[in-house]
């Protein structure tokens, strides 16, 4: 009866009846391999995970695969579980550049992501599913500019609780990055005549690019043991710092330098902008809070779901002197909202403390990770330090001398391994003298099955001789 | 054992088992009455009707509301349905500012928005399901700033089958809204040394302030019954048009004008802008195609899911001509990105024909509440004239002379019915000589149990008299 489902708005296919679920799975997993989402080869998870991640009876999910064993679009073999077949047929219809790389063995230090295959898919779209369920008809709407009362709400109490960030849900604005939260402060600032935002000098690119799209220029300050110098700070209209853990290099900020940066806010006029970007993940000891609680009026606190969750969400979060609210809201009129089903949902999932445990089990995760990474390089390359704190989801790992990053980045890519220089982080004139060559490496990329072959890569990449035989450990 | 929970990553809230089920429904209740998300005194949809949209068992949701009716959450009543009920309590911790309006009724006419109670809950959320069951985990990465391919590749099918435009995957941007879009355009244009956009003399007034905040001016042009009067673009770097259904006039572009627009972009190098907002709606025959099928080179089509799905999701593309796609992306870099999950929902909610099935649904919905409004206006004040095609969801209904659209305004507020004024959509220098005074009147707006109530308060406040009882029709 489709025009019944038409008119009514209700879609059956959430009656949970076994023969419907099933035709459903498998028409999804049919289109998904028909154009090439599931790349030929692919293996997909065990049908007890599978069954595990939708909910569904395990019979299920194993007849929808046997159906489609039997249709050839998949291949069962004992010992190397169910994968996708490959074939011999028509192009892909999406053209060359969307088709998935063949490679069969990549691997992915570089840093900046999270183990997206952690990803709650199940708890996420549960969610969103009860919370639509009750929500308001008006959140369909265009909404507000500064985000969900909900999620700001829910922010509000998550963020004074795990971070030490004050502020009520009235100084929050939600936006879709960390990237697009920077550009409307600096288009505000733009607006107020500032010329120059100062950064640190080893960080990240975009960053630096966002500021100079704005029309504002950029002023590195040196990051040395202690994170950035922030001593050097004379008339900038604004500072964006990573306290937590220095991007890249890897320090947190001292407290006298915390102390000192804020009064130099208040004394020049000058606006923090902290970048919160992993403040959830430190291994060693209780985290140190937010900055932003030393002087709330002169600090910008980014926090984002990009390192949490995941990027994709693309949901992040200014908690805003007072005074800078409307101005930021008056940048954000008319072109940039953010999705309100993934604000809504990611409210449930505070309140409901799934974020939490989401956040613990990904700490948990990540320290091991950490730990393997530096038992790995101490046993197989001693002579690649891990240096900086036990936190966040990156460590730097210096060369010895002689060596050359792309010596063993070059080594690394050889080996199907991609990984982090330092080199590429740094300021054009960031006066990167005080730095040793290194890599960053991001333990937290690769999925889990993959991580240790990860590892025994760098290693192998760290070892090797280069080319003229110097690197030997 | 939260442990295990935490470390698996599934939520197993997705098992469906009717007290767990029933639990899960209280829970979330409970949670959106506590925190004021659910007013007091807010009617509950029934409970067949909360079971069909969840795909519950009634009795599983009766038996939720029966337990927080007992727990006092809600108070039900023969008659009048089962509604938040009134405490008197500590006040909501969110202040003052958010608490919902109190005000019982409140009947919106503006134009703007679809019936955003009709949004498709059940199919959406369970099309994301299982969506992300199969997608590849790089999906939570963050992502291409194209969007990703697919939803290009289902859009790229739909426009084409739907409404003719041309064009493939690869020069589809996905971006945040038909604001962003044309930030992102506006943004290109300025670098580019471009320094006028023409406009649509009647129009949304955030496209000139999206064109003004890019640093550029903008150059009204006439609107007559025959569309823009695009005879009168010089040297202007672009123009934006409402060619399918003139906002908020309501007349389609003539076909010479058409042509005409296309051979002063190839001419000139100028630019179109499409803005297809709602040329999915049309009633009285099957709908004129888009106009960039004429000139693909020269006309950007910019499309959107706020009037045919939920503004609230903020999903908009643009069709670019290809030597646009690489600027565009250079515009959007680092700071504008579109969340990946409603992106892969979107595409397979049109994959699966769950796209247009919902817009065949809402298509005889507006249809029927386009005659119900004309008819009601005809027989109950018949000096307020419908103009405009039978198209789209807003229709203009002319004043007779004397009357002015602030008196009809004023009045309909003094029965709680919001409407929008021809006038707030008039450039200042519009020069609005052709235009008599009307209303604009966005049918699609309330939800449907309140649109016939709405249409009588239109029909009181068009024939009560006016201050000096010049308007008895």
């Not at 996420?124 to 009860?130: E, I, S």
């Not at 002087?295 to 990009?306: E, F, K, L, N, R």
Request: charged share 20%.
């Amino acid at each position: 009866m489709p025009e019944t489902w038409a008119i009514s708005g209700v879609d059956l296919h959430v009656e949970v009846g076994s023969a419907r679920v099933r035709r459903t799975l498998e028409d999804a997993l049919r289109e998904a391999i028909r154009t090439g989402r599931l790349p030929q080869g692919l293996r997909l998870p065990s049908s007890r995970q599978l069954a595990a991640d939708l909910g569904f009876a395990r019979n299920t999910v194993a007849d929808a695969y046997g159906q489609l064993v039997a249709e050839g679009w998949l291949v069962a073999r004992q010992g190397s579980g169910t994968r996708v077949a490959r074939r011999v047929g028509p192009r892909d219809p999406r053209g060359h550049e969307h088709v998935p790389a063949s490679r069969p063995s990549r691997y992915d230090l570089r840093p900046g992501s999270p183990d997206v295959s952690s990803f709650p898919t199940a708890a996420w779209t549960g969610a969103m599913r009860r919370t639509l369920a009750v929500a308001p008809v008006e959140v369909f709407g265009y909404g507000d500019p500064r985000g969900r009362p909900e999620l700001r709400e829910a922010l509000a109490g998550y963020l004074a609780r795990a971070r030490g960030v004050r502020g009520d849900a009235d100084r929050i604005v939600i936006c879709s990055g960390f990237g697009q939260g920077l550009a409307l402060l600096c288009s505000v600032l733009e607006e107020r005549g500032a010329s120059t935002v100062a950064v640190e000098a080893h960080g990240l690119p975009s960053v630096r690019q966002i500021i100079r799209r704005a029309g504002l220029g950029v002023s590195p300050i040196a990051v040395d043991e202690r994170g950035a110098m922030v001593e050097a700070l004379t008339d900038q209209a604004a500072v964006v710092l990573t306290p937590a853990h220095q991007f890249p290099l890897g320090p947190s900020l001292a407290p006298d330098r915390r102390s000192a940066v804020v009064d130099w806010a208040a004394e020049s006029g000058g606006l923090v902008v902290e970048d919160d970007y992993d403040g959830e993940f430190r291994y060693d000891r209780h985290p140190v809070g937010a900055m932003q609680a030393l002087g709330p009026d002169h600090v910008v606190y980014v926090g984002t779901a990009s390192k949490t969750l995941a990027p994709g969400l693309r949901l992040a979060w200014l908690v805003l002197p007072r005074a800078l609210v409307e101005p930021v809201l008056a940048a954000k009129a008319y072109a940039d909202y953010t999705g309100v089903l993934e604000q809504l949902t990611l409210a449930a999932f505070i309140t409901s403390g799934g974020y939490d445990r989401h956040v613990r089990a990904r700490r948990l995760a990540y320290r091991r990770r950490r730990a393997e990474l530096v038992r790995a390089l101490a046993s197989g390359a001693p002579s690649g330090a891990v240096t900086g704190m036990a936190a966040g989801l990156h460590a730097l790992v210096t060369l010895p001398g002689g060596v050359t990053e792309a010596d063993v980045v070059g080594r690394a890519a050889g080996h199907g391994l991609m990984v982090g220089r330092l080199a590429d982080y740094a300021a054009a004139d960031a006066g990167g003298e005080g730095h040793p060559s290194a890599l960053v490496v991001g333990y937290a990329t690769p999925p889990e099955h993959a991580f240790t072959g990860a590892v025994a890569r760098l290693v192998a990449a760290l070892i090797e001789p280069g080319p003229g035989g110097r690197t030997r450990p």
